[in-house]
Protein backbone atom coordinates (compact mmCIF):
# COMPACT_ATOMS: atom_id res chain seq x y z
CA UNK A 1 0.00 0.00 0.00
CA UNK A 2 1.63 3.58 -1.49
CA UNK A 3 -0.09 6.80 -0.46
CA UNK A 4 1.01 9.73 -2.31
CA UNK A 5 -0.36 13.47 -0.80
CA UNK A 6 0.29 16.36 -2.64
CA UNK A 7 0.80 20.02 -1.32
CA UNK A 8 1.42 23.87 -2.86
CA UNK A 9 -1.98 24.24 -4.89
CA UNK A 10 -3.66 27.01 -5.32
CA UNK A 11 -3.71 30.59 -6.64
CA UNK A 12 -0.96 31.74 -9.00
CA UNK A 13 -1.09 34.98 -10.77
CA UNK A 14 -0.48 35.21 -14.30
CA UNK A 15 3.26 35.36 -15.25
CA UNK A 16 3.80 33.61 -11.82
CA UNK A 17 5.61 30.68 -10.19
CA UNK A 18 4.30 27.86 -8.86
CA UNK A 19 5.64 25.37 -6.03
CA UNK A 20 4.02 21.96 -5.54
CA UNK A 21 4.96 18.87 -2.98
CA UNK A 22 3.84 15.39 -2.86
CA UNK A 23 5.23 13.02 -0.33
CA UNK A 24 4.83 8.97 -0.53
CA UNK A 25 4.83 6.75 1.85
CA UNK A 26 3.75 2.89 2.64
CA UNK A 27 5.72 0.43 1.22
CA UNK A 28 7.38 1.85 -1.42
CA UNK A 29 9.40 -0.65 -4.63
CA UNK A 30 13.47 -0.53 -4.10
CA UNK A 31 13.42 1.86 -7.42
CA UNK A 32 10.73 3.60 -8.79
CA UNK A 33 9.88 6.79 -11.07
CA UNK A 34 7.90 9.72 -9.53
CA UNK A 35 6.22 13.09 -11.63
CA UNK A 36 3.36 14.94 -12.45
CA UNK A 37 0.63 14.84 -14.58
CA UNK A 38 -2.13 17.68 -14.59
CA UNK A 39 -5.51 17.91 -16.05
CA UNK A 40 -6.54 21.15 -17.69
CA UNK A 41 -9.86 22.40 -19.01
CA UNK A 42 -8.13 22.60 -22.81
CA UNK A 43 -5.93 19.39 -22.53
CA UNK A 44 -7.01 15.84 -22.23
CA UNK A 45 -4.79 14.39 -18.74
CA UNK A 46 -0.61 14.65 -19.54
CA UNK A 47 2.02 14.02 -17.77
CA UNK A 48 4.13 16.84 -17.14
CA UNK A 49 7.11 15.76 -16.47
CA UNK A 50 9.04 12.46 -14.70
CA UNK A 51 12.37 11.31 -12.81
CA UNK A 52 12.97 8.03 -12.62
CA UNK A 53 15.02 6.22 -9.45
CA UNK A 54 18.20 6.42 -11.57
CA UNK A 55 17.60 10.66 -11.90
CA UNK A 56 16.65 10.91 -15.44
CA UNK A 57 13.97 13.44 -16.18
CA UNK A 58 11.48 13.69 -18.93
CA UNK A 59 9.29 17.34 -19.32
CA UNK A 60 6.50 17.48 -21.47
CA UNK A 61 7.38 20.15 -24.55
CA UNK A 62 4.80 21.96 -22.95
CA UNK A 63 6.62 23.21 -20.07
CA UNK A 64 10.45 23.35 -21.17
CA UNK A 65 12.80 25.50 -19.70
CA UNK A 66 10.13 26.42 -17.32
CA UNK A 67 9.89 23.41 -14.95
CA UNK A 68 12.13 22.05 -12.68
CA UNK A 69 11.66 18.48 -10.58
CA UNK A 70 13.94 17.52 -7.64
CA UNK A 71 13.46 14.84 -5.76
CA UNK A 72 14.83 14.62 -1.94
CA UNK A 73 17.54 12.79 -0.58
CA UNK A 74 15.48 9.86 0.40
CA UNK A 75 13.49 9.88 -2.99
CA UNK A 76 9.99 9.72 -1.62
CA UNK A 77 9.43 13.23 -2.15
CA UNK A 78 8.81 14.84 -5.39
CA UNK A 79 8.62 18.82 -5.99
CA UNK A 80 7.79 20.86 -8.58
CA UNK A 81 8.78 24.08 -9.62
CA UNK A 82 7.32 26.16 -12.62
CA UNK A 83 8.02 29.77 -13.54
CA UNK A 84 5.93 31.69 -16.18
CA UNK A 85 2.23 30.34 -15.38
CA UNK A 86 -0.34 30.42 -18.07
CA UNK A 87 -4.40 30.80 -17.53
CA UNK A 88 -4.35 28.08 -19.85
CA UNK A 89 -2.78 26.10 -17.17
CA UNK A 90 -5.35 26.24 -14.88
CA UNK A 91 -6.02 22.52 -13.32
CA UNK A 92 -6.03 19.53 -10.97
CA UNK A 93 -2.25 18.63 -10.64
CA UNK A 94 -1.78 14.96 -9.60
CA UNK A 95 1.58 13.17 -7.81
CA UNK A 96 2.09 10.05 -9.36
CA UNK A 97 4.58 7.24 -8.57
CA UNK A 98 5.82 3.92 -10.68
CA UNK A 99 7.97 2.43 -12.98
CA UNK A 100 9.46 2.64 -15.67
CA UNK A 101 9.87 0.01 -18.38
CA UNK A 102 12.06 0.09 -21.40
CA UNK A 103 11.91 4.02 -21.76
CA UNK A 104 7.52 4.11 -20.90
CA UNK A 105 5.78 4.87 -17.77
CA UNK A 106 3.09 3.04 -16.26
CA UNK A 107 1.90 5.02 -12.60
CA UNK A 108 1.08 2.42 -10.31
CA UNK A 109 -0.38 5.09 -7.88
CA UNK A 110 -2.07 8.50 -7.71
CA UNK A 111 -2.38 10.79 -5.42
CA UNK A 112 -5.73 12.57 -4.86
CA UNK A 113 -4.03 15.91 -6.69
CA UNK A 114 -4.54 19.74 -6.13
CA UNK A 115 -6.11 22.48 -7.75
CA UNK A 116 -3.93 24.95 -9.52
CA UNK A 117 -5.64 28.42 -10.55
CA UNK A 118 -3.48 30.71 -12.37
CA UNK A 119 -5.64 33.90 -12.35
CA UNK A 120 -5.41 37.64 -11.72
Known amino acids: QVQLVESGGGLVQPGGSLSLSCAAS????????MGWYRQTPESQRELVVR???????NYADAVKGRATIARSNAKNTVFLQMNSLKPEETGVYYC??????????????WGQGTQVTVSS
Open 96 to 109: VLGRTTSGKFSPDY
Open 26 to 33: GKLPMLYT
Open 51 to 57: ESGAGIT
